[in-house]
């Protein structure tokens, strides 16, 4: 897929229209592009069990490209120098309400754990109105199916955020490196997570291991940058 740059530009549709005893003319209508921008929010925390060390990973997924709808969500996770427990995953939505089981799968495979939202699940353009945007992809305001202690209203599987956690043992040790990558609408990207569509969205986590304790690499590089700025003002100090 190309890049596109509907954010700022409508693509219009142009009719011409002739005929005997008609005056010829032009019919021009907008075109709806859906595509979707996913973005990943993700952060982690450390805690201790014994000699175990867990982190606890936090992963907001939104799509920031408003009037548009993201559909066949999948979310691919790979650790190097730690294990992903698989049964601590947990999906929520914006409110921290669960999502059922049901609506998503867990695979398993190559060293990768691949989260696959069911077709019907979708998550919406910020600031988009739902109905208009429905209508426009077709996607009917209700469904047929029942939900145990919920509504049939297919409004409860359009979400403005998916909220993703889940647990990795970290090797003792070890730097720990996590990749996130959110992909959806059958969109292709290569092997190693990349994307020319601007739908998908890959983030990199590395956790160090510094004096024992678990540090993410940038907010240890920004510590390191600011003790080092400070040893160098005090030795300024003291030249003078």
């Known amino acids: 897929m190309v890049k596109d740059d509907f954010d700022t530009v409508t693509p219009k549709l142009t009719t011409n229209v002739v005929g005997d005893n008609i005056q010829p003319k032009e019919i021009q209508s907008d075109i709806y592009i859906n595509s979707p921008k996913l973005k990943i929010d993700k952060t982690f925390e450390s805690n201790y069990k014994g000699e175990e060390e867990k982190l606890k990973y936090n992963i907001g997924i939104t799509n920031e ?9 999948t979310l691919v996770e790979k650790t ?41 699940i979708y998550i919406l ?78 983030v990199v986590t590395k956790v160090l291991s510094v004096e024992g304790k678990a540090v993410e690499e940038e907010e240890f590089k920004k510590k390191t940058k600011l003790d080092i700025s400070k040893d160098s003002l005090k030795q300024n100090v003291k030249d003078r």
């Open 65 to 73: 490209r408003k009037d548009s709808i993201a559909k066949k969500v």
């Open 80 to 120: 190097t120098n730690g294990r992903l427990d698989k049964d601590s995953i947990r999906v929520k939505d914006g409110n921290g309400i669960d999502i059922p089981k049901d609506n998503y799968e867990i695979v398993e495979e190559n060293g990768k754990i691949t989260l696959k939202f069911k077709d019907d």
């Open 125 to 202: 353009g910020k600031n988009s109105n739902k109905n208009d945007i429905l209508n426009k992809n077709n996607i009917p305001l209700s469904s047929n199916k029942v939900y145990v202690n919920r509504s049939s209203d297919l409004s409860n599987k359009i979400y403005d955020k998916i909220n993703i956690t889940y647990d990795v043992v970290k090797e003792k040790g070890k730097d720990t490196v996590s990749t996130s990558i959110v992909n959806s609408n059958d969109n292709t990207i290569d092997e190693n997570g990349n994307d020319n569509s601007g739908i998908a969205n890959k």
